[in-house]
């Protein structure tokens, strides 16, 4: 049975498709956010993450090296992960790099996938978040730069992006899967297939419990 937390903990990663519509599915945010993550059973996931945490750890050190052979002083990742407390709930998340000179900052996320709109969304959530969560970058204007494989495809985002429309639309979702009530629940085999709750916790998910591999009648 999973358990219930006193006060919902919500990491960045869980809101940022749903903030542009990549997603549906607010209970699966909302679930994750009032529940113990070890309190439930999980899909397993046949997604390489080995093969991807080490792709994704040679982009952010290549980075990295850019930005200190520039003369920048660099926080990584552990350094820069944050808990931000409101009213209804707490706000969890980790970018990968922040780089501060004066009062000018600059978060970056490296991303070996294809590019998505929810990745610029990410930065602008922890360009949202860091002043505020993070006492030593407390007043500092921060930019946003998604880092991609292709560099041709680096999104640059600028402070400005964050404005009372986008500070709004963050603190509705917030809010919604904050709540007591449940939020809405929109089962579609685009999102159950890539959806780690299973049918014990979701008996409305439309796809089978664990990834099973292709099969055909052709050969
Ligand atoms: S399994 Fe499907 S319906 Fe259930 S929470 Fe996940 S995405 Fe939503």
Redesign the pocket.
Known sequence: MPTRRDKPYIWVTWLTKLLVGE?S?E??AW?RAQHFSDSYDKVPNPFDLVGWQMQHTELLNQKRDELEAEGRKVFIENQNSFTLRGNTATLGGKPDLITVSGVQGLILDVKTGKPALSHSVQLMVYMYAIPRALGQHQGIRFDGKVVYTDSSQNVDIPHTAVDDTFIRNLSDLIRRISSETPAR????PQ??S??????A??P????EDVFEEGTTDDF
């Open positions: 997603n599915c209970w699966a679930f629940k929109v089962p579609s999102e159950c890539f959806c780690n709750i299973t049918s916790d979701c409305e998910r439309v796809v």
